[in-house]
């Protein structure tokens, strides 16, 4: 991972070890300052200081435990590595319970020290990236909006939302699956100063019979089975917003009714001849491209114009990387909650994984990568499922699939081990050594949401 260049900051009242310590460094293209005296170099720190701290532990005037405590006292994140000369590990041990970062022992060679420097560095940059992540987290929840992303072309869309969500148009949205349809639905509802509410409904997910009597509602026996009067999303939605998911999965004779129905901003319960006007905001998502379906005749061209008259496409997860350690920060944050599991800051590595990940699922599949990573398990569920890797020893690949299955069957059973026993037909006994084998808690797989992994 790219850092920036954070410098040294070393101080030793032995010139001949500055010196030293200045070539190896300098040798390493590590920018470095050398003190003789660590008031000086304190005075640097209240300045604040962009990188690391070396300091030697025997000086007088000033010792390097006395430097430790003023130089944390002002910058809490500052990495400080302590120098001893006389193998006084006891000091060092306790320097570090004080918040010492690390100590090396003199004489030590030069690219352990060089190393020792860059860990340190790669520290700091990794705390503050952090911090800047929560800052970045705690503006969004202070906007109120759920969107989170600070990629160029999220700006754009939340500047977009911004300017039409207090208008009456229809608005479309397009975007790959999990990439944030109705998480942006919501957000423009919320901001819209509507006064009634948001009502969703997949037109992909139920039959054309019902989605119509779920839509305009029905008076008692307006067919058979309608045996109560009931009031449709239409009405429910009237003043607020009507959010129709998988629009292109709307039967075309629906479609019709809909279309009548923006047209003549009212409409009649089945069974009914009452007209009764609304005032609806529809707002529909889709996947596909619906100008396309519209031009081969597989959705209705006036509705598609009628309801396109703002467009919102949201790209993909891997069109904004750079929202990926934001998100990701996000949804562990909310695992920790969720799970009552604290988590350790990503690394370098991890991040570097993941930015290159290609997420087909998006932002779905990234959130419940960042569950399992609370929970302690592999990034990617499907891991080892479909890649055999000719340079890793077979135990460990068979290990890996292995411990995959048997945290998906947990996954799937909601941590009930009665039911992983019974799917995955082996004795009892065996899946608890293997549980206790890949420290695998079942408890951790209960009380999950709903939402299911873009890959299941
Ligand atoms: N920009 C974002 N900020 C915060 N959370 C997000 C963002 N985008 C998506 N999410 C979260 O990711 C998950 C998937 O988002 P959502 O359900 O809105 O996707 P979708 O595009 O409607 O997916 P599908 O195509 O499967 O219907 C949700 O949990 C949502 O809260
Ligand atoms: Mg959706």
Same mark, same amino acid.
């Given at each position: 991972m790219k850092f920036p260049a954070y410098s040294v900051l070393f101080v030793d009242d032995d010139a001949d070890v500055r010196e030293a310590a200045q070539q190896t460094l300098e040798l390493a293209d590590i920018v470095v300052e050398c003190y003789g005296e660590p008031e000086k170099a304190l005075l640097r720190i209240k300045q604040g200081w962009p990188g690391i701290l070396v300091t030697d532990?025997?000086?007088?005037?000033?010792?390097g435990m006395a430097l430790l405590q003023a130089a944390i006292a002002h910058d809490p994140e500052l990495p400080v590595i302590l120098v001893t000369g006389h193998g006084d590990v006891a000091t060092a041990v306790r320097a570090m319970r004080d918040g010492a970062y690390d100590f090396i022992e003199k004489p030590f060679a030069p690219d352990y020290f060089v190393d020792v420097m860059r860990r340190a560095m790669a520290h700091r940059h990794l705390l503050s990236e952090n911090r800047n992540l929560k800052a970045e987290l705690a503006k969004h929840t202070a906007s109120g909006t759920g969107l989170i992303g600070r990629a160029p072309s999220m700006e754009k869309l939340r500047a977009l939302i911004g300017n039409i969500a207090g208008t009456d148009a229809h608005v479309m949205i397009n975007g790959e699956t999990g990439a944030g349809k109705e998480v942006v639905a919501r957000t423009l509802h919320d901001i819209s100063?509507?006064?009634g509410p948001f009502v969703a409904i997949n037109c992909g997910a139920m039959p054309e019979n019902l989605i119509e009597s779920e839509l305009f509602g029905h008076e008692a026996g307006a067919f058979t089975g309608a045996d109560q009067k009931r009031v449709g999303k239409f009405e429910f939605a009237d003043k607020g917003t009507l959010f129709l998911d998988e629009i292109e999965s709307m039967p075309l004779s629906l479609q019709v009714k809909l279309l009548r129905v923006l047209q003549e901003r009212a409409f009649e319960r089945l069974g009914s001849n009452k007209v009764q006007a609304i005032d609806l905001r529809v707002v529909a998502a889709t996947k596909i491209d619906l100008r396309a379906a519209a031009s081969r005749g597989a959705f209705r061209e006036d509705l598609y114009y009628r309801l396109n008259v703002v467009q919102l496409h949201i790209p993909p997860l891997r069109d904004r990387v750079e929202d990926i350690p934001l998100l990701f920060q996000h949804f562990m944050e909310l695992a920790k909650d969720r799970f009552g599991r604290d988590f350790s800051p990503l690394t370098a590595s991890e991040i570097s994984v993941l930015t290159r990940h290609?997420?087909?699922? +998006?932002v779905r599949e990234l959130r419940n990568a960042a569950e399992r990573r609370v929970l302690g398990l592999?990034?990617?569920?499907?891991?080892?499922k479909t890649t055999a890797d000719a340079t890793v020893p077979l135990p460990r690949q068979v290990e890996a699939f292995e411990k995959n299955v048997i945290c998906e069957a947990l996954r799937q059973q909601g941590g009930n081990v009665t039911a992983v026993v019974s799917v995955l037909g082996v004795p009892r006994k065996t899946l608890y050594d293997k549980l206790a084998k890949y420290d695998?808690?079942?408890? +951790?797989?209960?009380?999950?949401?709903n939402d299911q992994p873009a890959n299941s």
């Open positions: 532990i025997r000086m007088p005037k000033m010792d100063g509507r006064t290609d997420w087909p699922g +998006n592999d990034l990617f569920a499907d891991e080892g695998i808690v079942p408890g +951790n797989f209960r009380n999950r949401h």
